[in-house]
């Protein structure tokens, strides 16, 4: 089907009505999915662009305002508040809660002083307490969360009601911040500079804290207005309140703040941070090796919004390691970034529907080339050789957030030698050179609860193989930011010069937020040739999907509930041949308790439709079997020395031929307030009854006859994941992460399929054994010291070992779960010891 649209459109100068767009949404909606095509997808960019014209902001009536106090001298930060400055500076309260009766005052009283010299912001906050033995100072590493009693102070410098920072101080003097984005989004990767201390007395406890302009970006102005707000939790009573009331049935966090006045005749600072590093590393694997590096991190304070991080030798290295995974699906699993380099800030290249930059595709195991089966590989890299990076961000005083980012990886090559031993061993190139580059740019409009956005990505490689992306994405609100018009159009670019592929996604999202009812209706179209994976990552194009959600809210204490949500859903998807490929509905229950604990049960239903995944792996579209699905999650109060979780999940086919069941269990043990182990062992056996193998040509008088091989595969998982952490100070901690990882896999029956799009197979015998017995074990042992902010230094121990068994006979597919874990420990593996120091220098 084809949709063309011819006419004018006139625009009143009046705000659209909530109807008008639900009527327009309509129209969407109930067109057929096979018309998402180009002029469609530009109907959907005209009229977004339409509504941009109309869209009213309204700044929440209720707001408090603070008054920052001028300094003449500032206090000495020790959680003593005798400073002069804090006996005149103004006194704020008035806090209420959101936890457990939102709106309701406060229990304990709290009150806080602003004040404000040439380089920083002070803060004091006093946590009075009528039961100061019930405080909960719990002592944690920074930015590692725990249930404890804490307060929390946010800051929107820009004033756009849609990004800011946090700082938070818990009893025990332990840090943790981070960044808003998008009004409602907390990133809790940033890493500012900045300093607190604590104190507990017999009137409570108390916070003092200093925030350097330079660990936030505002622009130059006689005088400022910025967003504020000031959380407190009182662990014990499972009570969390605010300054400004964070109401639940209100849309954004951000947009809810409060407002800090006073401030005036400042300038931002132009900031110059330089971090250098040094780093001695031995890897024990049956040979030694030792090797040591040094390099720096550049941070620059271009302008007041503007900030440049460059490095020079860089150590991209994570210091925990993936955890192990059993993956037999056509698609690659996804891991989040762990890298200080590319974590810090990132939020910039995020802010549309779909990921065009991963950044874990920098520095990837090498492999673009393939190695030709003439080959036997002896030995190979495990990632890319970043030669260096460098990473621009800001926001203008026009309200502009933009980001840019290159990196360069060096060319890698294999040892390999001739499969048949006819020749010398030698250098096979797997990866090119290859530069990447991405640059993002986000508008902020109408007071920041709207924006508009534009990203562009290039791979760039030294052979002729290249690849683009492009996105323009809009998030538009209007009514009190209660309603959302979103979407995304991407359009990508892969291939060699002689094969170019050319793709296309289109995205578009009504939704309602706040209040009792919340809805979502969704429309999305990926064509065939759609490509972001050389710098994004995408599981799959060739793909038009329908998806509505339906969420109601009952945040009232209700019999055993502190408050309870309900959500159903539903979605449908086709590919472009229009296969349906998908048809699911879902039924899904949370609740708090009033104990702290929490409680959440899912119910799905996929009903029968058609599974072109295999299609990936040069196989055919299978017909899939209706299943039935169903999980749960159950917590305790985490503020308890000792807390439990568990995840039982089953799901099973019509017809019982394949099922699934998995559970995992938790324990959190606190011993001492300094003192944390966590151990989650996890059980998980399924039967797929129709697992792809592989396909064979078979050579015929004809030319060749394909042979698409399946199996009926039972498999057994089983995880023990274990955490520790001791920490001596709020600065110095040691934690370790031990993951011994079993994964079982017993093919009963190898069959062929019939016909393309059927489930009728017929028995093959295969003749190989492809029973599969694999062994795991990834450890960290980390001492973290930061001996002055910003500056840490590492000491790690860590440990990868595997085991893949040949031949596998009946005992090896017998689990035996204190046998196989304790294998795991003595497998052959590597022992890597490091040591890291990095030194912040203002200058």
Same mark, same amino acid.
């Given at each position: 089907?084809?949709i063309? +649209?011819t006419g004018?459109f006139?625009?009143a ?11 327009g #949404? ?17 109907l ?8 941009t ?7 929440n009536?209720?707001?408090?305002t603070?008054?920052?106090?001028r300094?003449?001298t500032?206090p ?12 005149t ?11 457990p ?9 709290? +009150?806080f ?18 039961d ?9 590493r920074?930015?590692?969360?725990v249930?404890s ?10 004033h ?9 101080v818990?009893?025990?003097g ?35 804290? =200093?925030?350097?302009?330079?660990? #936030?970006r ?16 009182i662990?014990?009573k499972?009570e ?6 964070? =109401?639940r ?13 006073g401030? =005036?005749?400042?300038?931002p600072?132009?900031?110059?941070e #330089? ?14 090796d030792w090797?040591?590096?040094s ?6 304070g271009?302008?007041?919004?503007v ?18 995974t ?11 970034e ?53 990473? $621009? ?9 933009f980001?840019?980012l290159?990196? #360069?990886t ?7 030698t001739?499969a ?30 709207s ?11 030294d ?8 996105a $323009?994405d ?10 959302? $018009?979103s ?13 170019r592929?050319?793709?296309y ?21 990926l064509?065939?040739?759609v490509?972001?994976?050389? +710098?994004?990552f995408?599981?799959r194009?060739?793909?038009?999907e ?20 309900l ?13 349906? $490929? ?13 104990s ?5 049960v899912?119910?799905g ?46 799901r099973?086919t ?6 699934g069941?998995s ?18 062992p ?46 001596f ?18 093919y ?5 399929l019939?016909g ?10 295969l003749g190989?054994? =492809? ?31 595997s ?28 022992n890597?010891?490091?040591t890291k120091?990095?030194?912040?220098l203002p200058?």
């Amino acid at each position: 089907m084809r949709i063309e +649209l011819t006419g004018q459109f006139r625009v009143a100068p009046q705000p659209m009505k909530v109807s008008d767009i639900a009527f327009g #949404l309509m129209w969407i909606l109930f067109v057929s999915p096979y018309s998402i095509r180009g002029p469609m997808l530009r109907l959907l960019l005209i009229c977004c662009t339409l509504i941009t014209f109309s869209i009213p902001c309204l700044a929440n009536p209720d707001s408090p305002t603070a008054m920052a106090a001028r300094l003449v001298t500032a206090p000495t930060i020790d959680g003593d508040l005798s400073d002069a400055i804090w006996r005149t500076a103004p006194q704020h309260e008035g806090f209420r809660q959101s936890d457990p009766v939102e709106g309701n005052a406060a229990s304990e009283r709290t +009150l806080f002083q602003i004040a404000y010299g040439e380089e920083a912001l002070f803060v004091a906050i006093r946590s009075l307490d009528r039961d100061p033995e019930g405080i909960v100072a719990r002592l944690t590493r920074r930015d590692e969360g725990v249930e404890s009693d804490w307060i929390a102070i946010s800051l929107d410098p820009h004033h756009d009601r849609q990004s800011g920072y946090w700082f938070k101080v818990y009893a025990s003097g332990s840090l943790q911040d981070g960044v808003y984005s998008a009004d409602r989004d907390v990133d809790s990767s940033w890493d500012g500079i900045w300093e607190a201390a604590t104190a507990i007395d017999d009137s409570g406890w108390v916070a003092e804290l =200093r925030i350097p302009y330079h660990a #936030l970006r505002f622009s130059p102005r006689e005088q400022y207005t910025w967003g504020l707000n000031v959380e407190r939790r009182i662990s014990r009573k499972h009570e969390t309140v605010h300054w400004s009331l964070m =109401r639940r049935d209100q849309p954004g966090l951000v947009s809810q703040f409060g407002q800090l006045q006073g401030i =005036r005749e400042i300038e931002p600072p132009l900031h110059l941070e #330089l971090i250098p590093y040094g780093m001695g590393r031995a890897i024990f694997d049956g040979d030694s090796d030792w090797s040591a590096a040094s390099g720096a991190d550049l941070r620059y304070g271009i302008s007041s919004g503007v900030s440049l991080y460059g490095t020079v030798n860089p150590d991209f290295g994570q210091v925990e390691a993936d955890p192990a995974t059993l993956n037999l699906t056509a698609f690659e699993d996804f891991f989040e970034e762990q890298r200080p380099f590319f974590v810090e800030g990132a939020s910039i290249f995020s802010g549309n529907d779909f990921q065009l930059f991963h950044s874990r595709r920098i520095g990837r195991r090498p492999g673009l080339i393939d190695i030709p089966d003439s080959l036997e590989v002896l030995d190979g890299p495990e990632s890319t050789t970043i030669l260096g990076a460098v990473k $621009l961000t800001g926001k203008t005083q026009g309200k502009m957030s933009f980001g840019l980012l290159g990196a #360069l990886t060096d060319e890698e090559a294999a040892r390999v030698t001739p499969a048949d031993g006819s020749g010398r061993s030698r250098n096979f190139r797997v990866e090119p050179r290859t530069g990447y580059f991405v640059a993002r740019a986000q508008q902020d409009l109408f007071d920041g609860t709207s924006t508009v956005g534009a990203i562009v990505t290039t791979t760039q490689r030294d052979a002729s193989y290249s690849a683009y992306t492009g996105a $323009l994405d809009w998030d538009l609100k209007f009514d009190e930011d209660r309603y959302g $018009l979103s979407g995304t159009v991407v359009g990508s670019q892969t291939g060699t010069a002689a094969d170019r592929r050319r793709g296309y996604i289109g995205h578009i999202e009504f939704d309602k937020k706040g209040g009792w009812l919340e809805a979502e209706t969704l429309v999305r179209a990926l064509s065939r040739d759609v490509d972001l994976n050389d +710098l994004g990552f995408l599981r799959r194009g060739d793909l038009i999907e329908w998806s509505n959600t339906v969420k109601g809210f009952h945040h009232d204490a209700a019999g055993p509930f502190l408050r309870w949500d309900l959500a159903i859903d539903g979605d449908v998807a086709w590919n472009y041949d229009g296969t349906r $490929l998908s048809t699911s509905s879902r039924l899904a229950f949370w609740a708090d308790s009033r104990s702290g604990g929490q409680f959440h049960v899912h119910l799905g239903r996929e009903f029968a439709a058609m599974d072109d995944s295999d299609v990936r792996r040069d196989g055919p579209v299978i017909e899939q079997l209706a299943e039935s699905w169903a999980h749960s999650y159950i917590s305790t109060d985490e503020g308890r020395a000792v807390s439990f979780t568990m995840r039982p999940e089953i799901r099973r086919t019509d017809g019982g031929d394949s099922w699934g069941r998995s559970l995992t269990v938790g324990m959190q043990y606190r011993p001492l307030p300094s003192v944390w182990l966590a151990v989650e062992p996890s059980y998980e056996t399924r039967r797929n009854d129709a697992q792809w193998v592989e396909r064979i040509d078979e050579i015929t008088a004809d030319g060749t006859a394909p042979h698409f091989i399946y199996g009926e595969l039972e498999s057994r998982i089983l995880d023990f994941s274990t955490r520790a952490r001791v920490s001596f100070t709020p600065d110095l901690s040691v934690e370790l992460y031990l993951q011994p990882f079993v994964a079982i896999g017993d093919y009963r029956r190898f069959k062929e399929l019939t016909g393309a799009e059927t489930y009728d197979f017929r028995t093959y015998d295969l003749g190989e054994n =492809r029973d599969f017995h694999r062994r795991s074990l990834k450890s960290n042992l980390v001492l973290r010291w930061e001996f002055q902010p910003g500056s840490q230094l590492y000491l790690v121990w860590s440990q990868s070992r595997s085991a893949s068994l040949e031949d596998v006979d009946e005992s090896d597919l017998e689990l035996r779960p204190l046998r196989r874990l304790s294998s795991a420990f003595s497998d052959g593996g590597a022992n890597v010891l490091l040591t890291k120091i990095n030194y912040w220098l203002p200058l």
